[in-house]
């Protein structure tokens, strides 16, 4: 009983410090579809915080001391608690289609990849001897004179 109680503390410190980082993430960010989501996400996590602390007090209360009917009434909650995050999880997730149809990453990577792969084309084969005379013009030294300063 005890080594349940400690791991349900244990949860809800994490849960608590999980919504504080996303709480100054989110406060960082500009306004736009990221914010948004954050929000949804912590939202999500707010409503498993709550049901990690519905359990933890129900651990060290104990339902042993309470009637049959009052214990079962004391699950009702739980159940709700679990209900709005899948709700909430399920608006994020539509957040994030909604993230991946405005910045389009995936064309555009594939766009990416397909310039890569003709670049790395264009680098196998060998130069050219137009190439090969762009190259050496450059790599020539210069015909000037440095102007040091004489001793």
């Given at each position: 009983m005890?080594?349940?109680?400690?791991?349900?503390?244990?949860?809800?410190?994490?849960?608590?410090?999980?919504?504080?980082?996303?709480?100054?993430?989110?406060?960082?960010?500009?306004?736009g579809s990221i914010k948004s989501y954050m929000g949804n996400f912590a939202v999500c996590l707010a409503f498993i915080v709550v049901f990690s602390v519905w359990q933890t007090v129900r651990s060290i209360v104990g339902s042993d001391t309470f009637i049959e009917e009052q214990a079962h009434f004391l699950t009702f909650p739980e159940y709700i608690f679990i209900v709005f995050a899948y709700i909430a999880f399920i608006i994020a997730s539509f957040r994030v289609t909604k993230i991946s149809e405005e910045f389009g990453f995936k064309e555009a990577g594939e766009k990416i990849n397909e310039i890569m792969k003709e670049k790395s084309h264009v680098t196998a084969t060998p130069p050219t001897d137009k190439t090969k005379k762009l190259i050496s013009k450059k790599q020539k030294p210069s015909k000037r004179k440095s102007?040091?300063?004489?001793?």
């Open positions: 005890v080594h349940l109680i400690i791991i349900s503390i244990t949860t809800v410190i994490f849960g608590i410090a999980s919504l504080s980082l996303i709480s100054k993430a989110r406060n960082r960010l500009s306004e102007k040091a300063p004489s001793k």
